[in-house]
T-cell receptor
Framework: KAGVTQTPRYLIKTRGQQVTLSCSPI?????VSWYQQTPGQGLQFLFE???????NKGNFPGRFSGRQFSNSRSEMNVSTLELGDSALYLC???????????????FGQGTRLTVV | QQQVKQSPQSLIVQKGGISIINCAYE??????FPWYQQFPGKGPALLIA?????SEKKEGRFTISFNKSAKQFSLHIMDSQPGDSATYFC??????????FGKGTRLHILP
């Protein structure tokens, strides 16, 4: 079965621009989470979507937003890019059915965003 | 506030040795403690996980030891191999909530 697919793999943007990243979860998975990975801070949680609704949110500014579609695919948008937004953005999907429980999160390979 | 503290940041171990990575957490509501392994250019992959009702879980050469009273857990890699060289993340979560990751440990196994 296909894994989590993130596109694009690499992206270079200029400060002030906006960017949209895409994540296709494993078939049947309804939960999609986004993480920012940087060398100094490790993996930081951005937000989680479940059945098209944002269920959890991390401590990132409003420039970071996301959405989930009816087929569970998710997009993350960052507006007004800053140099500090350069990072690996990882998407993870899980079953997270009801009743909700801790289930294994499967990560994609990430999108490497460089802001210049 | 960092809810999961991981140490050391980097670790070098001889082939055949034991690699030990430690984590401490603050939130007693956490009830799921996974460890993830990440190779360069790849996303993290679940290695092994434990729930607080057991003190130890072993899968092959990988063992999690869990101390609920101390709010600490650790990963032991027995007979460490060069192929184990990767970044390891401990994590914690509670039901219906996000996974909180430690900052990672870069493990290098000398051949």
């Amino acid at each position: 079965k296909a894994g989590v697919t993130q596109t694009p793999r690499y992206l270079i943007k200029t400060r002030g621009q906006q960017v949209t990243l895409s994540c296709s979860p494993i078939s049947g998975h309804r939960s999609v989470s986004w993480y920012q990975q940087t060398p100094g801070q490790g993996l930081q949680f951005l937000f989680e979507y479940f059945s098209e609704t944002q269920r959890n949110k991390g401590n990132f500014p409003g420039r970071f937003s996301g959405r989930q579609f009816s087929n569970s695919r998710s997009e993350m948008n960052v507006s007004t890019l800053e140099l500090g937004d350069s990072a690996l953005y990882l998407c993870a999907s899980s079953l997270a059915g009801a009743p909700l429980m801790n289930t294994e999160a499967f990560f994609g390979q990430g999108t490497r965003l460089t802001v210049v | 506030q960092q809810q999961v503290k991981q140490s050391p940041q980097s670790l070098i171990v001889q082939k055949g040795g034991i690699s030990i990575i430690n984590c401490a957490y603050e939130n007693t509501a956490f009830d799921y403690f996974p460890w993830y392994q990440q190779f360069p250019g790849k996303g993290p992959a679940l290695l092994i996980a434990i729930r607080p009702d057991v003190s130890e879980k072993k899968e092959g050469r990988f063992t999690i030891s869990f101390n609920k009273s101390a709010k600490q857990f650790s990963l032991h890699i027995m007979d460490s191999q060069p192929g184990d060289s990767a970044t390891y993340f401990c994590a914690a979560s509670k039901r219906d909530d996000k996974i909180i990751f430690g900052k990672g440990t870069r493990l290098h196994i000398l051949p």
